[in-house]
């Protein structure tokens, strides 16, 4: 409905709402008593957290359904004009911009002064932080949807291409893939050198993440777009089937589903 809400974590109430002037598929970032989020109205809102008055907004080419994310004094986020952006976190003004040519739809990762995302334009980036200048980009088979995850140095990401890939953070070389012959456009989550991740078909997967192997995979039955999250040894996901899963992280023996139909 174009509206940013803050609920009362107990009882769901609302406290206060921010109209935007469009869909609202960005997943709101929250640090130092500030709201970041974009809408697809193609701006960038910084929100006070206790009150939703609006601090700044920035305006982009096109609609942002990626997360904005906040590193240091920097605000980065990606939008449908084919660009990522990096804003002062105070103030909202651009200190640089880079162009991919494509839609972007994946969150970017900012680890050891590089930026990391996907582009429609079927690469995967890395770029200067700092500048913006590009280090190196990496050409999967199609879209790159799924946002990075950056661990010891391994970018590991997903591609419509149906594989994900793990990849040297320093070169863009890269280290293994693993096919699974569908979109894989959720975002990885890595945990005790393990890759979780889930795919278009209905599968879930969990793979070394030193070498690519599979140690299990789970048959979900319905798409997984969803980012997995990986606490106590459950694996915890959504799936377009309409459940949320929770996985033995070790094993993939299913702990319980919940229908939120």
Do not use: C
Not at 224 to 241: A, E, L, R
């Amino acid at each position: 409905d174009g509206n940013i809400y803050a609920l009362n974590a107990l009882s769901g109430a609302k406290i206060w709402s921010h109209a935007t002037g469009y869909w609202v598929d960005s997943s709101p970032v929250v640090i130092h008593g500030v709201v970041y989020v974009g809408s697809d109205d193609s701006w960038v809102y910084a929100l006070n957290a206790l009150t939703g008055v609006k601090i700044w907004k920035f305006r982009t080419g096109g609609a942002i359904q990626s997360s904005p994310t906040v590193a240091g004094n920097m605000v980065l986020v990606t939008s449908f004009d084919g660009k990522v952006y990096t804003l002062r976190a105070r103030t909202g003004t651009k200190i640089w911009s880079h162009a991919t040519g494509s839609p972007i739809e994946s969150s970017p990762a900012v680890v050891g002064g590089a930026v990391y995302f996907g582009s429609d334009s079927d690469y995967v980036y890395a770029l200067s932080a700092a500048t913006g200048k590009l280090i190196w980009r990496y050409p999967t088979g199609n879209l790159v949807n799924s946002s990075p995850m950056v661990v010891n140095g391994v970018v590991y990401v997903g591609s419509d291409d149906g594989s994900i890939y793990a990849l040297n953070g320093a070169t863009g070389a890269k280290i293994w893939s693993y096919a699974t012959g569908y979109w894989v456009d959720s975002s990885p989550a890595v945990a005790s050198q393990t890759v979780y991740f889930g795919s278009a078909g209905g599968a879930f997967y969990a793979l070394n993440a030193l070498t690519g192997t599979t140690i299990w995979s789970y048959p979900i039955g319905g798409d997984v777009y969803s980012s997995p999250i990986v606490i106590k040894g459950v694996v915890y996901v959504g799936s377009d089937n309409g459940s949320v899963y929770a996985l033995k992280a070790g094993t993939g023996r299913k702990v319980w589903s919940y229908a939120a139909r």
